[in-house]
């Protein structure tokens, strides 16, 4: 939307929503814990939420077709096609308005339609930005409360003139009278569209996740990855964590990972190494500019947590385990006769009288999964154990090292140093990943995904290349770039690096390396633990740091070949980085 709306304006907006979609009512989400105590208890009525043992806490069960992002079906509108670029798919915005039109015609019939003004980023950042999303689905309200900071002082802001992203979501399954209700409502028919100029998201058909709860992938990254470029400043999908050392050191981290590579279990990692304290900021996306000072510094523009259950226990992320304990809205999880929550990895043996995610009895014979596998649970981040004291200062907390991380089987070491920052951009550029149940689609298939953004990018990736490597200007001091890898497996396909904890060895070395602590040795690819100065036994450390030339050299081959569709936009800075590497291997 364009900026300096007015509170006509926005009064305006709700309205022409309303003729379209024609509700039977329009309530505006106030924000207060009683509202969404009241809201939670007609979800309950409805049968979209069941309550569960633990205090506070709710789980839904999602249609069978409606589990996760739909990447095939998201769409950036921008008007000129180039703009969009290869990694994206693209609809001229009219044409796309008037298929959206016809569509949301009509569909809000018989439910309640509801206007939820948030807010994005901590009170006061100069980074932080506002939203308001229409929605027929009272679930969705309710993780947006959890998700985002809602109700009457960013509808003041607004109401005020404050410029806002607008976002439409209706789940598409419009009520005629005295039809009933299904618990999770939904159509066959999905489409998520990002009008990038008009700052305006539209979304139909599905009620979940990152489809569905506007704030997230699709304001905080798609349209904010554009705004980003426009303003000089960064819009990343990445996880944001203060670590502190020995000797009372504290620096920041952020961290790239696809979707379902485990970035809240980083986040909320329990730092087992003595003297060493690791606090979560947050788990998803950082919003990160830099200042007057010459550092970079980051935001999460999220209040709360989306996070994947299965896999989630208390050997592995406790701080998660605490976190969910209550308060917590679950979705596709299994449950328990106790009417407690389940999920694969939760335990070694799974309870008895299980009913799993579709509502069915589920034992150990049933060959489908008890919960689905991006089941996930939604929280605030007031109940994070480790919440970072500086996690809503408007100010943000500088960034000292990124992280670019895929899952990937083989080739990429576990650490590895970028000489510099084009070196850094050209391994988020070259980040691929193994694709995980976060989106429909073939899991395990290995795919590029630049900076962990593909699906993300509201914008040219091209550009988006170009774009970082913008930011290294005058007398900046550049965070040091990092790519790491938790997921290379041996002949016999099993996991090299045991992950989870032992991640903090990593963090640990990262660490130790801004510090000036720890010697590093140069290779092709760039710098590597030295040997004694990582904490592995010597044949672990060379299975987790061998450098196969020959695989690098097709790698680099094939990247040319990927980077060619961003034709004259790849920048050329990128192209020379990647002939050096090429040179030094040979
Ligand atoms: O996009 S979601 O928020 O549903 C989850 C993800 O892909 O990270
Ligand atoms: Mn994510």
């Excluded at 485990?262 to 087992?272: E, I």
């Excluded at 992320?317 to 106790?338: G, Q, R």
């Excluded at 070196?423 to 689609?441: C, D, H, I, P, W």
């Excluded at 963090?507 to 040997?531: C, M, Q, S, V, Y």
Aim: charged share 25%; with cysteine; glycine share 8%.
């Amino acid at each position: 939307m364009p900026s300096n709306k007015t509170d006509s304006a926005l009064a305006s907006y709700i309205e022409k929503i309303r003729e379209l979609t024609k509700p039977e009512s329009v309530v505006v989400f106030d924000g207060t814990p009683l509202a969404y105590q009241e809201l939670l208890k007609e979800l309950v009525l409805k049968k979209t939420l069941e309550p569960l043992s633990r205090e506070n806490s709710f789980l839904a069960r999602s249609t069978p077709d409606d589990v996760a992002r739909l990447e095939e079906v998201t769409f950036i509108c921008s008007k000129v096609r180039e703009e969009v670029g290869p990694n994206n798919r693209w609809q001229e915005p009219t044409k796309m308005k008037e298929e959206l039109y016809s569509r949301f015609n009509g569909c809000m019939q018989g439910r309640v339609m509801y206007v939820i003004p948030y807010r994005m980023g901590p009170k006061g950042s100069p980074l932080s930005k506002l939203g308001v999303e229409i929605t027929d689905s009272a679930y969705v309200v309710a993780n947006m409360y959890l998700m985002t900071t809602t109700g009457k002082e960013p509808l003041l802001a607004i109401e005020e003139g404050a410029p806002y992203v607008a976002g439409v979501h209706s789940v598409g399954r419009s009520l005629l009278s005295g039809e009933e209700d299904v618990p999770w409502p939904s159509n066959s028919y999905k489409v998520i569209a990002h009008f990038p100029e008009e700052r305006e998201i539209w979304s139909f058909g599905s009620g979940y996740g990152g489809n569905a709860l506007l704030g997230k992938k699709c304001f905080a990254l798609r349209i904010a990855s554009k705004m980003a470029e426009e303003e000089g400043s960064l819009a990343e999908h990445m996880l944001i964590i203060g670590i502190t050392n020995p000797k009372g050191k504290k620096r920041y981290f952020a961290a790239a990972f696809p979707s379902g590579c485990g970035k809240t279990n980083l986040a909320l990692l329990q730092m087992d190494l003595p003297g060493w304290k690791l606090e979560c900021v947050g788990d998803d996306i950082a919003w990160m500019w830099f200042k007057e000072d010459g550092r970079l510094y980051a935001i999460n523009p999220e209040q709360g947590f989306f996070g994947i259950a299965p896999g989630t226990s208390m050997a592995i992320s406790p701080h998660i385990m605490k976190m969910i304990e209550k308060d917590t809205l679950f979705t596709n999880v299994a449950e328990t006769k106790d009417k407690d929550v389940w999920w694969e990895g939760m335990t070694k043996e799974p309870p008895e009288d299980l009913i799993d995610w579709h509502g069915k009895r589920w034992d150990k014979s049933s060959k489908e999964a008890a919960a689905q596998p991006n089941a996930r649970f939604t929280v605030s981040k007031t109940r994070c154990p480790i919440l970072d004291p500086n996690s809503d200062n408007p100010h943000g907390v500088p960034i000292d090292a990124i992280l670019f991380g895929g899952r990937r089987s083989s080739l990429t070491p576990l650490v590895v140093e970028a000489r510099d920052w084009r070196g850094g951009v050209l391994m988020g550029a070259s980040l691929s990943s193994e694709k995980t149940a976060a989106a429909v689609g073939k899991v395990g298939e290995l795919r590029h995904d630049p900076f962990a953004m593909l699906p993300f990018c509201g914008y040219n990736m091209g550009d988006y290349f170009a774009h970082w490597l913008s930011l290294a200007k005058g007398s900046r001091i550049l965070p040091k770039i990092y790519s790491v890898n938790w997921f290379r497996k041996d002949e016999d396909g099993r996991f090299i690096w045991p992950g989870y904890k032992e991640n903090a060895k990593v963090l640990a070395w990262i660490f130790e390396r801004l510090e000036g602590e720890k010697e590093a040795i140069e290779t092709p690819i760039g710098l590597l633990p030295k040997k004694e100065a990582f904490p592995v036994e010597g044949s672990l450390y060379e299975k987790l740091f061998s450098i196969d030339k020959k695989a690098y050299l097709r790698e680099i081959a094939e990247l040319r070949e990927y980077f060619a569709i961003f034709g004259e936009r790849f920048p050329r800075e990128l192209e020379e980085e990647l002939t050096l590497m090429e040179k030094r291997l040979l």
